[in-house]
Each structure stands twice: as C-alpha cells, then as structure tokens.
Nanobody
Framework: QVQLVESGGGLVQAGGSLRLSCAASRSIFSINAMGWYRQAPGKQRDLVARITSSGGINYADSVQGRFTISRDNAKNTVYLQMNNLKPEDTAVYYC?????????WGEGTLVTVSS
C-alpha cells in the first residue's frame, strides 16, 4: 500500500502559476507510474500528466506546453508545475500511483483559476 497526500492547490489568477506536490508514504522509485488527474464540476476525472518509472511522460493535449510533471525519488514526491493557468483548469487535482495492478489515490487538492 501507498498513501498519497496532495498539496499546493489554491486560488490563482489566469496567467499565473502554481506547483502541486504529491507526497508518498513510501519510496516511489519502483512504482510503475505516477500521475496527476483532475475532475471539474460535472465532469469525469481526466488524466493531466503521467510519468513512468523509466521516465516516460504523457500530457493531456489541453495542458501540453503549460504543465510539467516531475519526480523527486529522494523525497518520495511527484510535482506538477502549472504555468499560464486558465479558468478551465479549475478542478480538484488528484495524485495517482499505479503499482502491481492497483491504483492508489490521494484526497485531492482544489485549484481555482479566476479570470
């Protein structure tokens, strides 16, 4: 098992930046994939960015070029740097760990982008 805790959400104006952190309760070095997902009101939970243990990275088209996912294995932490934020980025952001065929989720952190 792994417990995940997200932090860094808040209120930011359009065009601003925010960095989200996902702290894991154990080493993430061997976890197959870590990802950030988001769920806006009335919508499904969608993939934002994913990083694999081998360093492969995928981004949703809507955030390509604006968001950057990174991993610090020494700190057992995954980050999501969000730049040039838009009102449509407003959502609850969730951290996910996929390991041994199981998904583990954090409680989420709310990001609100005002226009």
């Amino acid at each position: 098992q792994v417990q995940l805790v997200e932090s860094g959400g808040g209120l930011v104006q359009a065009g601003g930046s925010l960095r989200l952190s996902c702290a894991a309760s154990r080493s993430i070095f061997s976890i197959n994939a870590m990802g950030w997902y988001r769920q806006a009101p009335g919508k499904q939970r969608d993939l934002v960015a994913r990083i694999t243990s081998s360093g492969g990275i995928n981004y949703a088209d809507s955030v390509q070029g604006r968001f950057t996912i990174s991993r610090d294995n020494a700190k057992n932490t995954v980050y999501l740097q969000m730049n040039n934020l838009k009102p449509e980025d407003t959502a609850v952001y969730y951290c996910d760990a996929f390991d041994a065929g199981m998904d583990y989720w954090g409680e989420g952190t709310l990001v609100t982008v005002s226009s």
